[in-house]
């Protein structure tokens, strides 16, 4: 069956610092790859879509990778700040969307 | 900007009664959805709609129904509530699968607590 997993639960970095977070995925070939912000007690907002002809998406100071071979997308956010804090799901296919987890991201001061 | 609003934010309801979780969305949008969302297990699609009066069981249907009468609205049924659905749900919506690679847009979740 179709697997999506995000690198890890929680994840704390300083301001100012690029975070990393990882997205995998087994048993499937999605030709899109989405990444959704959540804060708390919200409903998660769309925020980057990439093509799986597409290596590549910036978004400000959001990047995208996505790497088919590998079965993973990269998500980077560079200077982070501490409103970048939220949870990111990564989110897979067409309709419907099938979603990883989250990582749940602390931006410290 | 896309809008999708569920009626309720916050319910208390007892185990056993009818639960009717209204949405709504105001862009037009041919597929909407019911998830629910719980620590540690994400979100889990219950049931979604292409079309009026169409309806697919997600994940997890059991225990749900679903009305789409009208293309804006998307109604989530629990016919006897119990304790195990208090969950926070969301609703959302988006274009039709005909256009690829299509993002969706939530409602702000509605929080259901069985007692």
């Known amino acids: 069956s179709q697997k999506i997993e995000q690198n890890s639960e929680a994840l704390n970095i300083q301001e100012g610092k690029t975070a990393t977070l990882t997205c995998n995925y087994t048993?499937?070939?999605?030709?899109?790859l989405q990444w959704y912000r959540q804060d708390p007690g919200r409903g998660p907002v769309f925020l980057l879509l990439?093509?799986?002809?597409?290596k590549e998406k910036r978004k400000e100071r959001l990047k995208v990778t996505f790497d088919t071979t590998l079965k993973q997308s990269l998500f980077h956010i560079t200077a982070s700040q501490p409103a970048d804090s939220a949870t990111y799901l990564c989110?897979?296919?067409?309709?419907?969307?099938?979603f990883g987890k989250g990582t749940r991201l602390s931006v410290i001061a | 900007d896309v809008k999708v609003t569920q009626s309720s934010r916050y319910l208390v309801k007892r185990t056993g009664e009818k639960v009717f979780l209204e949405c709504v969305q105001d862009?037009?949008?041919?597929?909407m959805f019911w998830y629910r969302q719980d620590p540690g297990l994400g979100l889990r699609l219950i049931y979604f709609?292409?079309?009026?009066?169409?309806?697919e069981k997600g994940d997890i249907p059991e225990g749900y129904s679903v009305s789409r009468e009208k293309k804006e609205r998307f109604s989530l049924i629990l016919e006897s509530a119990s304790t195990n659905q208090t969950s926070m749900y969301l609703c959302?919506?988006?274009?039709?699968?005909?256009?690829?690679?299509?993002?969706?847009?939530f409602g702000e979740g509605s929080w259901l607590t069985v007692v």
């Open positions: 959302a919506s988006s274009f039709s699968q005909k256009v690829g690679g299509n993002t969706i847009y």
């Open positions: 048993n499937y070939s999605p030709a899109y």
């Open positions: 990439i093509r799986e002809n597409e």
């Open positions: 989110a897979l296919g067409n309709t419907p969307l099938v």
């Open positions: 862009m037009d949008h041919e597929n």
């Open positions: 709609s292409y079309d009026v009066k169409m309806k």
